[in-house]
């Protein structure tokens, strides 16, 4: 199968790349992200990934694709906010230019005397002599039971780190375009293990060790390993389109 516009993301900083940078994946995992007074449940490139895979799901859709006997389905209703309908002739930076506020919490402000106050915010007083350590401390305990975190589209509670998303997304484009999985399995080798040895894990190294008691360097060392995250990539994908990532 070919498809038009769901292409291989070759990582940053792996052998054959343009650029020659590395880049550090595993600093993409931790949640909570403030830029520029903004905070976002986590690092941008998560919902770019978020993304990428519903843009691979709608343009299965369109195919008509089954998986696992499953139609491809996108649920229109879950990602109304998101303009579906743009995604595949879309970029995401263009998308997230124009969409990040569904992701964006409200921030924190100064009351004034034309603060309009509700049950929807809570007002404190902070003495201006008192040292930030402190303060943060007493506020840590004054906000307990009395703050909730409601996102309208949180990620959820999987424990797949970014860079496995990443390869499990390419190893499944590179399945559904009828390559072989030894080479598939070349391929991911060739390109993700350079990123373990600058200390670029980002969960993927194995820890075994051979016959002969070698640590195991490759990502992934046997071809069922890649019949393996085709597996999870097809489920993700289902999931995606109902509203659920990673």
Request: charged share 30%; net charge positive; proline share 2%.
């Amino acid at each position: 199968m070919q498809l038009k516009h769901s292409k291989i993301i070759t990582p940053r900083g792996s052998v054959g790349t343009s650029s020659g940078v590395s880049i550090d994946y595993s600093y993409f995992d931790p949640s909570k992200r403030t830029l520029a007074g903004e905070t976002i449940s986590r690092n941008i490139q998560w919902y770019r990934m978020w993304w990428t895979y519903l843009r691979l799901a709608l343009e299965l859709e369109g195919l008509n694709h089954k998986i696992d006997g499953q139609k491809v389905k996108v649920n229109k209703r879950v990602y109304r906010a998101w303009s579906v309908h743009s995604i595949l002739e879309s970029s995401f930076d263009r998308w997230w230019k124009e969409h990040k506020g569904l992701f964006v919490v409200e921030s924190i402000k100064k009351a004034s005397d034309s603060s309009a106050f509700d049950d929807d915010h809570l007002v404190m007083m902070i003495p201006k002599n008192r040292d930030k350590t402190s303060i943060l401390l007493e506020l840590d305990k004054l906000l307990e039971g009395k703050v909730k975190s409601v996102e309208k589209f949180p990620f959820s509670s999987s424990k797949a780190t970014y860079l496995r998303l990443h390869m499990q997304y390419n190893i499944f484009i590179k399945s559904l375009m009828g390559e072989r999985r030894e080479l598939i399995r070349r391929w991911v080798n060739e390109k993700y293990e350079p990123m373990g040895k600058v200390g670029i894990v980002g969960g993927l190294l194995q820890n075994k060790v051979d016959n002969q008691g070698e640590r195991i360097t490759e990502i992934i060392s046997a071809e069922n390993g890649i019949t393996n995250n085709v597996r999870y990539a097809k489920k993700r994908i289902i999931s995606v389109g109902q509203g659920v990532f990673p």
